[in-house]
């Protein structure tokens, strides 16, 4: 797998399922992630972007502010159809993300070319939108 530019310094959005910096925790869904970290791919300016308060009303993940904060990639391990859409559409790119990691070991993995495009695979289909993608025994 080829590695990503290291001399070029990308904003990255993570969604996490708690607020501490590089040591959060990635959450398992891009849409359901009550938050993201939001950081140079060198590590700094790293901030929390909470869910609710940057999302416009229709929105189940702020995208807008997303790019609007600098963002270019977004690293997770799922996300709906309507999201990915969307945010390749505000020209975001996507890669997958490792499962149970923590956005530290999310930004190695990138840099070591670990985090493969996003693929159709981890798609979810929201079926039935009010199912939970967080493992209960994570915590």
């Keep these: 797998m080829k590695r990503h530019a290291e001399n070029t310094i990308t904003r990255i959005a993570i969604p996490v399922r708690n ?18 970290i939001v950081v140079d791919s060198n590590g700094e300016n790293c901030h929390y972007l909470d869910t609710k308060s940057a999302r416009l009303q229709h929105e189940c993940a702020p995208i807008r502010a997303l790019v609007q904060d600098g963002g270019r990639v ?15 559409e505000a020209g975001l790119r996507i890669y997958k993300a490792k499962p149970n990691s923590l956005v530290a070991e999310t930004l190695s993995a990138y840099h ?16 039935h939108h009010e199912h939970s993608h967080e493992d209960p025994n994570e915590d």
């Design 112 to 127: 070591q070319g670990d985090c493969p495009d996003f693929p159709d695979s981890a798609l979810c289909s929201h079926v």
């Design 19 to 36: 607020n501490a910096g590089l040591l959060s925790k990635v959450s398992a869904h891009f849409g359901k992630s009550p938050g993201f």
């Design 74 to 88: 977004i690293l997770c391990q799922s996300m709906g159809r309507g999201a990915l859409a969307r945010s390749h």
